[in-house]
């Protein structure tokens, strides 16, 4: 079978590394009954897993026991990260929309002409800045690397972003801000050494099984107070369960800070010398008195006030947030009240301490540093010309290819989709016409589109259904590459086993789509992963993730992985590390700084129509986002209940005369969803939870952003509950 008619020195080299597509072959570097260590390609704790190979393919994975981070234990999705993969309606070629808008089987050739050509007429009508592209935090950071610098450099395009901004972009803001660089200080065994563990808005136990398992390994009898409206699995495991009103962080934070200061609890000496702006932020802080916020939070002042005394007591405190916090109309701000807690109390730099961001995807740090998205790689500037300069050098192209300014973000290339000047989309690894807020105003601007081009594992997502041309890809396990977790953490993920029919590693996509553009050679250097990897060393020194010690991919196969930064001359890494151990953040002073702003109410509140508050989040720990994969897998299926459902509180559900497991229809202002009713009071009365998991329920979601990170606020629209 030939791959390829197009002849240009990478396909013909494509050809010789993958065979034609190497069925059944040995992949490369190992045995064909060897045991291969890889991460897990699910959430971002990053586990590291063994899959045994038989006969050149992998038949089990099992976890790693050696890992410092997963110590032999897995979640569910781990242990059967194979089933998906060997799913019978994997999508095997690449196929074309015919003019009647029925899908044909078509060649790589045929896919790449097409998309190559539309994507070019587009190009020379509108120009380069009608084509975007939306990637993800789910392909290894090479992969993520090649496609930053084939579209922006290569194809000229202004504009991508990527999942990570539903999920990371508050995190990453909040960070810069505060800290000078998107700097997530932690490794996992602070989660062993706190003695006061705050946890806000993070169901640890459901979204990071495996993280859950590090805190229970804790051995100093920890506090652990979780803040979440909803009694949610890991607030019934922690010692104290703060039940804040949905959105009253903020004003939460604030009176906590207020304590600390009015009784003196502050570590002067760590703020005196490590921080700016704290008087600035004691001002800011002093009306929020517990009195004063009580009704905003939901909370009473002393469990305010005790709240305080117990970040005061605790000599080793940690503060991690995930998506309660991430995703709000004031969500950066939030992020950085939490920050500014652990800067008052001198919690950060040692261990079991810190203001510790959870990330989501197993890549969502690879793509937040390395995906030339919102910045240049590497945590550079597109703005600054001497960053441009530097990375123009490293890449081998004339730095005034590099784009000077920003990217828009996710919801203004949706803007510019819907206004008609962008015009061609490439979505890779993501499946937006389910996950996007308010996913309606998403799927009326697919269908305004000239070429929306698909790339993924399965060719029935619903994002697919508008696609174009649709590009079958291989997907984790399927490739060579790395991840970096949560706790900085870089991994090398392995090809354990061949991807079905004609499907490629994205990687050799890009390559291909750099080919039939014409700027095949721009990269004569990236034929490997790992030649990009060495790339991405180059680009990151001198920065504080710099990873140029790093001795190429074996030196990862030799470790358990390694954290940045490793600058190249600094001695062998520990097996874990922290960051600002000597009290250096990366501002050029050298110092921390507190970032505040007054608290505001979100902009759809509930009303006489529709009273309640929905909450959305993760269902279960086997279920995955849009459920592409886990839906795939008849065991991860058995662990959670079928179909959609809406927790409802007893009280809430008394009134429309509600029993459990009746059928119940949520509607907001934008739409409706049918689900089972959950009928507990692990909801608060007047809210209600839904999981993400159905596509349904972007539907109902309100379409409200932080206005510095542009992160959507999933977590709060008013709905109402119809029998
Ligand atoms: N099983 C599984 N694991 C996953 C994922 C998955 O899809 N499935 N996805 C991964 C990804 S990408 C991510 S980003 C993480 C997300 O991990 P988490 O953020 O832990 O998960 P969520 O359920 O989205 O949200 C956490 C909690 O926020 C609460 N919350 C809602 N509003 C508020 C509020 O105003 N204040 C506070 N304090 N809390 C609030 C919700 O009740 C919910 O329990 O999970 C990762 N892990
Ligand atoms: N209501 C509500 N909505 C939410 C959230 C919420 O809490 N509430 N959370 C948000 C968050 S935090 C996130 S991260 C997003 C996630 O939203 P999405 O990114 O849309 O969700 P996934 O299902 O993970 O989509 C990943 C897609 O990539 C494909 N894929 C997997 N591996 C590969 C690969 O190697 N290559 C290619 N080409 N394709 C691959 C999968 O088949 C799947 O179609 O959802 C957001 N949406
Ligand atoms: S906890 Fe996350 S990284 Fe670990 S096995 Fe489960 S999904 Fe994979
Ligand atoms: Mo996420």
Not at 504 to 531: C, K, M, N, Q, S
Not at 706 to 723: F, N
Request: charge should be negative; include cysteine; hydrophobic fraction near 35%.
């Amino acid at each position: 079978m030939q791959l390829l008619r197009h002849d240009g020195p990478l396909t013909r080299q494509l050809e010789r590394t993958e065979g034609t597509y190497g069925l059944g072959q040995v992949p490369r570097r190992l045995a064909p009954d060897a045991t291969a260590r890889t991460v897990c390609g699910y959430c971002s704790t990053g586990c590291s897993l063994n899959a045994h190979l038989r006969d050149g393919r992998a038949v089990n994975l099992s976890p790693a026991c050696d890992s410092p981070v997963n110590h032999g234990m897995a979640c569910p999705k781990g242990w059967d990260a194979i089933t998906p993969l060997a799913s019978p309606d994997r999508a095997t070629h690449a196929m074309v929309r015919d003019a009647a808008g029925a899908w044909t089987r078509v060649g790589w050739d045929h896919a790449l002409r097409e998309m190559t050509s539309r994507f070019r007429s587009i190009a020379d009508r509108y120009g380069p800045e009608a084509l975007a592209f939306l990637s993800t935090g789910q392909i290894p950071t090479e992969e993520m690397v090649f496609l930053g610098a084939l579209a922006k450099i290569g194809m000229g395009m202004r504009h991508g972003d990527g999942n990570t901004r539903q999920c990371m972009a508050t995190s990453v803001v909040a960070y810069k801000e505060a800290f000078g660089f998107d700097a997530p200080p932690y490794t996992y065994a602070d989660f062993e050494e706190s003695d006061v563990i705050v946890l806000a808005g993070s169901n640890l136990c459901i979204a990071h099984p495996i993280l859950w398992e590090r805190v229970t390994r804790n051995p100093h009898d920890p506090e652990i107070v979780v803040i979440d409206p909803r009694r949610t699995e890991t607030a019934a495991a922690a010692t104290r369960h703060l039940p804040v009103r949905p959105k009253g962080d903020l004003a939460l934070y604030y009176a906590v800070a207020n304590v600390l200061f009015e009784r003196g609890w502050i570590d002067d000496d760590f703020v005196r010398a490590h921080t700016d702006g704290w008087e600035a932020f004691c001002d800011h802080v002093r009306p929020f008195t517990p009195e004063d916020v009580s009704p905003a939070t939901g909370l009473s002042p002393d469990e305010i006030r005790s709240l305080a005394e117990t970040i005061h007591g605790g000599r080793r405190v940690s503060f991690w947030w995930t998506m309660g916090v991430n995703q709000g109309h004031q969500a950066v701000r939030t992020a950085q009240a939490l920050v500014n807690l652990a800067l008052l109390t001198g919690n950060i730099g040692r261990p079991g301490t810190g203001a510790n961001s959870i990330t989501g995807q197993c890549n969502a740090m690879g793509s937040r540093l390395f995906s030339n998205t919102t910045s240049l790689f590497a945590g550079h500037d597109f703005t600054r010309v001497e960053d441009r300069e530097k990375i123009g050098r490293i890449l081998g192209v004339d730095a005034d290819r590099i784009p000077c300014e920003n990217s828009l973000p996710y919801d203004r290339i949706l803007d510019e989709i819907r206004a008609g000047r962008i015009r061609g989309l490439w979505v890779v690894a993501t499946n937006p016409a389910h996950s996007w807020i308010h996913r309606s105003d998403l799927r009326e601007a697919l269908a305004r589109l000239d070429v929306l081009v698909v790339q993924d594992l399965y060719a029935d997502t619903e994002t697919a259904a508008f696609a174009d041309v649709f590009l079958p890809a291989a997907g984790w396990g399927e490739k060579d590459g790395t991840f970096i977790n949560s706790e900085r953490r870089i991994g090398l993920t392995k090809k354990v086993r061949h991807a079905p029919g004609e499907a490629l590693a994205d990687f050799h996509i890009f390559r291909l789509v750099a080919e039939y553009w014409g700027v095949g050679d721009l990269f004569p250097r990236w034929r490997t992963p790992e030649d990009v990897f060495r790339t991405m060393q180059a680009m990151s020194a001198g920065q504080p993730c710099d990873i140029s010690g790093i001795d190429g991919y074996d030196a990862l196969e030799d470790s358990t992985g390694i954290q940045w930064p490793h600058p190249a001359g600094s001695p062998r890494p520990a097996a874990e590390r922290r960051l600002f151990e000597d009290g250096r953040f990366f501002h050029p002073s050298g110092r921390a700084r507190f970032c505040f702003e007054d608290p505001h109410p979100p902009a759809e509140c509930p009303d006489d129509e529709y009273p309640l508050t929905l909450l959305t989040g993760r269902g279960s720990s086997s279920q995955w986002h849009t459920e592409t994969r886990t839906g795939r897998s008849p065991v991860l299926r058995k662990l959670h209940p079928a179909g959609p459902w809406a927790e409802i509180h007893p009280d809430d559900a008394a009134r429309l005369g509600l029993a459990q497991d009746d059928w119940v229809t949520v509607r907001s202002r934008r739409g409706v969803l049918r689900a089972r009713a959950v009928v507990r009071d692990t909801i608060p009365a007047g809210q209600v939870f839904v999981p993400m998991h159905d596509a349904q329920t972007n539907e109902l979601t309100f379409p409200e952003f932080d206005p510095l990170s542009r992160q959507p606020s999933y977590k709060h629209c008013a709905v109402r509950l119809e029998r």
